[in-house]
């Protein structure tokens, strides 16, 4: 039989873990007790290009004898682990179990259970968890998603949101006031847009309010500056005075003459800014795109604008910054950088670029630089951007005067 590094020399790293279960499934002896430990720090240390893989081929067929009674030890190796070394890990478990439950054994769901119950092991580990306790069990899901609708594996608690609403659904016709309740469990549940958009519409129908930008935390009241130049992608490494000094009363020289901050309240439900329709720029008269004119047309192409609010804290605290925005940007917490993109017209979703930082208490200031570049082409017209503070799990985190105000309590 041909070695097994012999044959995993000309695969692709990443599939090298796939072939190995291939080959060994069949081959590894009955599960008995081991030392996991040495193992799966070897599958842990894999990387790209090869790196580690050499030990972890070695580690591997090893692990993989490992007794069914080890499987949740062998999941917590995912703790910490990046997602390579994740999957040569779930491989040795699925072969560990298949080999068990082709030898009539059964699945260890009691502890299987209890290592779903601890939240701070890897969302994939506990994720892995739950579809074996669902594979002996398919009436699992009512019994455990409840418990799942404010889980930090983002998956898990998708899912609980996912019932909960289907749930809230069918109690409609019959029972009004469960209904309510049942959305608004799903409601404060749900850091998925599309399912909180849902959560939303039907608690309006029955007369509840919502505001997603309250929920999602999106910061909608800005001051804006420009335009200023990006003729020939001057824009992005050029610091032009709001990169030096945040003085809102200040005038300075932009791309068409003297500008200076001005006040800007996003009405969208999402928190959009359109740094078009701030500047002023005419829709066209059928309602598609906008009317360009040799006057307006200058403008808008190959230009920069400048967007800052304030943000209070009531202590410090570490947080996400997430932006959408079709365009080149940078996003700057209190004068750190911390988040760049020299992209254009590449599409903008919510939370689309995420940055770390920390919030003193008091007075924070945010300052977002947008730049749009000179392609004339219909769809390369939107200029715009939408920002949100939350946690890692994107759970909104107010100003301290909104949060005090509670208003997405619906």
Not at 81 to 99: F, M, S
Not at 208 to 233: M, Y
């Amino acid at each position: 039989m041909v070695p097994i590094a012999e044959l995993v020399r000309s695969v692709r790293p990443y599939r090298v873990v796939f072939l190995i279960a291939a080959l060994a499934a069949a081959s590894v002896q009955a599960g008995e007790s081991m030392d996991v430990k040495p193992l799966l720090e070897s599958l842990r240390g894999v990387g790209l290009r090869g790196q580690g893989h050499p030990a972890a081929i070695a580690a591997w067929p090893k692990l993989a004898e490992a007794s069914v009674d080890q499987l949740t030890e062998i999941l917590a190796g995912m703790d910490g682990a990046d997602i390579l070394a994740c999957n040569w890990i779930r491989a040795a478990a699925e072969t560990i179990i298949q080999r068990h439950l082709a030898g009539g054994g059964k699945l260890p769901v009691a502890s299987l259970e209890k290592f779903l119950s601890e939240t701070g092991h890897s969302p994939r580990a506990r994720r892995m968890a739950y579809e074996l306790i669902v594979r002996d069990d398919p009436s699992a899901p009512r019994r455990l998603m409840p418990g799942l609708l404010n889980d930090p594996s983002l998956e898990l608690r998708r899912d609980a949101v996912a019932m909960t609403l289907d749930d809230a659904k069918a109690l409609v016709a019959g029972n009004r006031e469960e209904a309510i309740a049942a959305y608004r469990r799903a409601w404060d549940a749900s850091r998925n847009v599309e399912q909180a958009q849902a959560a939303g519409v039907a608690l309006r129908e029955l007369g509840i309010a919502t505001s997603l930008v309250e929920h999602f935390g999106f910061l909608t009241d800005w001051k804006l500056i420009g335009p200023f130049d990006n003729r020939n992608d001057v824009g992005f490494d050029t610091a032009y005075p709001p990169e030096k000094e945040l003085n809102f009363d200040a005038k300075c020289a932009g791309k068409l003459g003297e500008v200076q901050w001005s006040d800007f309240r996003s009405s969208d439900a999402l928190g959009v800014v359109d740094l078009n329709e701030a500047y002023g720029r005419a829709k066209a008269a059928n309602g598609n795109g906008y009317a360009d004119t040799p006057e307006t047309l200058p403008r808008f192409k190959g230009t920069v604008a400048y967007a800052s609010t304030s943000f209070t804290a009531a202590e410090p605290r570490d947080v996400e910054i997430r932006l959408g925005c079709i365009n080149g940007h940078k996003v700057w917490l209190n004068g750190e950088l911390i988040i760049a993109n020299h992209v254009f017209h590449t599409g903008m979703t919510v939370d689309q670029y995420s940055g770390k930082g920390k919030l003193r208490a008091g007075k924070n200031t945010l300052l977002i630089k947008v730049l749009q570049n000179e392609q004339s082409d219909d769809w390369a017209q939107n200029w715009q951007f939408q920002l949100r503070v939350c946690d890692e799990l994107g759970t909104a985190v107010l100003p301290a005067e909104r949060s005090a105000k509670s208003p997405d309590k619906p």
